[in-house]
């Protein structure tokens, strides 16, 4: 075959086939990646009501944070209604009636800890009401069994009523990110190692005042989800009035499976370029807590705006805290 006319035949008879060969190769490459880029993840527990009961135990040791609190087990939680559960909702408060004298032991409250560990997981938090005023130190989180070694992730917490909610990272040494990354959220740290930080880590603070506080009840809460996995981890919150919350978060009760990626950009991220995420988290409990003063609600008491000291102010004004309780709808977990 003459050259010109070979270039022609190839031009016109083998390109074609090689273009059709190229675009099916390309979308089968489209498809794989959408597939590792969006894993799927499937419900594992629903916990609401009485479940709490099932999947929590109470914790009634000393508060590791230092606070001016004493935890209490489940019966004592129940005979004092710390605790109460209808079909849709778990409450869990503080005690609201006692006067403290100095030398009695810090007011009655609950912390309350996973049956379950976790490692690579979607949780949905549906939460109606937070615990507000001041000395109050509200938080939902999860950590390992040798902390901080095997790792902290704190979900929503907060003191003193100071708004926003701040979502933190706490690990052992060697684990960095970067100031600029996708997500809503403004970083407030970069190093994620608790004994280098003073136990700040690698923070997030949030853009919504709603996120946190008197105002996050005012909206009748929200949800909050995490996502970790071995390369990301990652949080969204949408307040109760968000017209852009998910489907698969707002009606996750029937949700047998989820998709993070389809919810859009992240309040907070963390990724695993600087920081060996497997190395850094092992399997985590799931704590839900709240405790007063300390070694954050404490410190940062006098620029609160709060009056009295924290300590003062906890023992002598139980009325204060009628408002200091959680409401949960429901906890659901995808693997």
């Not at 609401?48 to 489940?74: K, L």
């Not at 778990?90 to 100095?102: C, E, S």
């Not at 507000?132 to 907060?158: M, R, S």
């Not at 506080?213 to 996502?227: H, I, M, Q, S, T």
Request: charged share 20%.
């Amino acid at each position: 075959m003459p050259p010109r006319l070979a270039q022609v035949y190839f031009r016109f008879v083998v390109f074609p086939t090689m273009k059709s060969s190229i675009l099916s190769f390309a979308a089968s490459l489209f498809c794989i990646r959408r597939v590792l880029a969006s894993p799927t993840y499937s419900k594992s527990v629903d916990i609401s009501g009485a479940g709490f009961y099932d999947e929590f135990q109470f914790y009634d040791g000393a508060d590791p944070t230092h606070g001016r609190v004493t935890y209490v087990d489940q019966q004592v939680a129940q005979e004092y209604n710390l605790t109460y559960v209808t079909d849709d909702t778990f409450v869990l408060r503080a005690d609201h009636t006692t006067y403290l004298k100095p030398s009695d032991p810090g007011r009655k409250s609950v912390r309350i800890v996973s049956n379950r560990q976790f490692s690579t997981f979607v949780a949905i938090f549906d939460i109606r009401h937070i615990p507000e005023g001041c000395g109050t130190w509200p938080a939902v989180w999860t950590v390992g069994d040798n902390w901080p070694n095997e790792g902290e992730i704190d979900i929503l917490e907060g003191v003193n009523n100071m708004t926003p909610n701040i979502a933190s990272l706490h690990t052992g040494s060697n684990c960095h990110m970067s100031s600029s990354r996708d997500m809503t959220g403004r970083s407030i740290g970069t190093n994620c190692a608790a004994n280098e930080t003073g136990n700040d880590g690698c923070g997030v603070q949030f853009p919504d005042t709603a996120s946190f506080g008197p105002l996050f009840n005012d909206n009748e809460g929200g949800w909050y989800a995490l996502e970790r996995s071995s390369s990301v981890i990652r949080i969204w919150f949408w307040s109760r009035n968000d017209g852009s919350v998910p489907d698969q978060v707002e009606f996750s009760s029937s949700q047998d499976d989820v998709e993070p990626e389809s919810w859009g950009v992240p309040t907070a991220v963390w990724s695993n370029e600087k920081c060996d995420f497997p190395e850094h988290f092992g399997p985590h409990n799931i704590i839900i807590n709240l405790t007063f003063c300390g070694d954050w609600a404490g410190a940062v008491y006098p620029k609160s705006g709060c009056p009295d000291t924290c300590e003062n102010f906890v023992n002598r004004n139980p009325g204060s805290f009628s408002d200091a309780y959680f409401d949960f709808s429901a906890i659901r977990v995808y693997t």
